[in-house]
């Protein structure tokens, strides 16, 4: 799998706070020109088989997927994991573990909101969701864009359900170690996902990659619909620096939400190692269709 390969190892869907289906999402992968997908929903890999199939119907190479919730430093830092067994028993239960506090979150999260005015947020936070162990803080911040109280997501993280603002509930997920360990053990690699987005001091940083790398991680996300420019080249000298392979996926969630369509990044610096390369043997390759004569 070459280096210029049109690879999009981040994206999600309704199993969790994404708005297509597995099937549409492949579709607009395919149309946009990916060779390479993954779909990676949050605490998640329901959509695991949907969405290989679905690849595989457009003729188009599936990776397995997932972005697990991790708290690191006190913040929480998401770890995708990309090419392992989808029906590994361990992995799993590691997800439904970390998928567990979400229910009672999300109605500490509406407590919170009622109290700063905003009533009925539970109930209309779980009009959008399809999968009930998977409510999220995008599930609300919906609801708040659809009523009115906000006028676009952005602002309803600036203003509620992120740190010292009404709606927000901290949370404990995973353990780094444990998340590296589910996806490595699973047969699969660990990618740090969008290192930028994290706000980390450089000591922090240094101690993320290190004890990422002493868990068995493998990767991180260098572009990513998250970065700048900047931080693509940022996170390509981390890359080398820690001797990890560089991913590069949209995060795309909603053709009305998300800035960064599926497959439209630029390709990665060409002297970093693709993570396709260490995931060669995983590809889950789509049937040779028949030559026409
Ligand atoms: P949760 O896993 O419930 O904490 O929700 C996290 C999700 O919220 C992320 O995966 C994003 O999809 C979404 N999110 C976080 N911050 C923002 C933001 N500033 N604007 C839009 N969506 C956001
Ligand atoms: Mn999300
Ligand atoms: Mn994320
Ligand atoms: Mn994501």
Not at 27 to 55: F, S
Not at 102 to 118: M, P, T
Request: hydrophobic share 40%; net charge negative.
């Amino acid at each position: 799998m070459p280096q210029s390969l049109n690879a999009d190892l981040h994206c999600h869907s309704v199993v969790s706070d994404g708005t297509l289906t597995p099937e549409q999402l492949a579709a607009r992968a395919h149309a946009n020109g990916v060779q390479l997908w993954a779909l990676t929903d949050h605490d998640e890999i329901g959509g695991q088989h949907r969405a290989a199939a679905a690849a595989h119907a457009l003729g188009m190479d599936y990776l397995t997927g997932t972005e697990i919730s991790v708290t690191f430093a006190n913040t929480t830092v998401h770890i995708v994991g990309l090419g392992f067994d989808a029906d590994d028993a361990r992995l799993a239960q590691g997800l439904a573990a970390t998928r567990g506090g979400r229910g009672e979150r999300a109605r500490e999260i509406a407590r919170q909101l009622a109290r700063a005015g905003i009533a009925g947020t539970y109930e209309g936070a779980l009009c959008y969701v399809e999968n009930p162990e998977l409510i999220s803080r995008t599930h609300f911040a919906r609801y708040l864009v659809e009523t009115g109280v906000c006028r676009d997501m952005g602002e309803v993280f600036r203003k509620y359900l992120t740190e010292g603002k009404p709606g927000y509930v901290p949370h404990r997920w995973a353990a780094l170690g444990h998340a590296v360990r589910w996806i490595r053990d699973a047969g699969g690699v660990a990618v740090i996902a969008h290192p930028a987005r994290y706000r980390f001091t450089a000591n922090e940083e240094y101690a993320l990659f290190s004890e990422f790398r002493q868990h068995g991680g493998q990767g991180v996300e260098v572009v990513t619909g998250s970065h700048t420019s900047a931080e693509y080249r940022t996170y390509a000298a981390m890359a080398q620096e820690f001797g990890l392979a560089a991913s590069r996926g949209s995060d795309f969630h909603s053709p009305d939400e998300s800035h960064t369509d599926i497959g439209t990044l630029p390709g990665l610096p060409a002297h970093l190692t693709p993570v396709w390369e260490l995931l060669d043997h995983r590809i889950l390759r789509a049937p040779q269709r028949p030559v026409a004569v």
